[in-house]
């Protein structure tokens, strides 16, 4: 089966500029996250849809990050305006989980990840 | 919030040889996941492991939830093993652990 897909692979952009990322889950899958992966750091969950709707996005720092997941397929991960700490790599999620509150019941496939620099 | 802890903290082998990896974590678990990531930042899943033992391969894995912790273990390791191993516990959400960076040598 086809994974996670993410784009761009790469951005470089200056501080105070906008940035979006866009991921689409392996198909099927009921749940998306946005991860934020800072260097040398574990993962960190900003965002979880089940289906398009948001389930968790307690650490997101919503003066500045958004998302959405239309049609509860493709989602897309927006900064505006970036700063110097959001460099880091954005990693999307999916699972096959359909639900029963925030019960993570089957595993999570990552995509390849967009590595964020601002400058 | 739950606290995971992951030890070594680093981790150098020679190609062939065998090691564990360990993970504690401070409360009660709904389930656990290991990842690797490889030196490319590709995050693999390879066990979904609330409880018991999995074996895939030369990987195998054991969770006792009721002890809090669980522990990876890597047989006859090879080059393509090297990169960091995380451990992944669901609270409300799942939290990554500290990761284990492993280097394989030839």
């Known amino acids: 089966e086809a994974g996670v897909a993410q784009s761009p692979r790469y951005k470089i952009i200056e501080k105070r500029q906008s940035v979006a990322f866009w991921c689409n889950p392996i198909s099927g899958h009921a749940t998306l996250y946005w991860y934020q992966q800072i260097l040398g750091q574990g993962p960190k969950l900003l965002i979880q849809f089940q289906n398009n709707g948001v389930v968790d996005d307690s650490q997101l720092p919503k003066d500045r990050f958004s998302a959405e997941r239309l049609k509860g397929v493709d989602s897309t991960l927006k900064i505006q305006p970036a700063k110097l700490e959001d460099s880091a790599v954005y990693l999307c999620?999916?699972?096959?989980?359909?639900?029963?509150?925030?019960?993570?019941?089957?595993?999570?496939?990552f995509g390849n990840g967009t590595r964020l620099t601002v400058t | 919030g739950i606290q995971v802890e992951q030890s070594p903290p680093d981790l150098i082998l020679q190609e062939g040889a065998n090691s564990t990896l360990r993970c504690n974590f401070s409360d009660s678990v709904n389930n656990l996941q290991w990842f690797h990531q490889n030196p490319w930042g590709q995050l693999i899943n390879l066990f979904y492991i609330p409880s018991g033992t999995k074996q895939n391969g030369r990987l195998s894995a054991t969770t006792v939830a009721t002890e809090r912790y669980s522990l990876l273990y890597i047989s006859s390791s090879q080059t393509t093993d090297s990169g960091v191993y995380f451990c992944a516990v669901e609270e409300d959400k799942l939290i990554f652990g500290t990761g284990t960076r492993l280097q394989v040598f030839p």
């Open positions: 999620a999916s699972s096959l989980d359909e639900g029963r509150g925030s019960s993570y019941n089957s595993p999570l496939h």
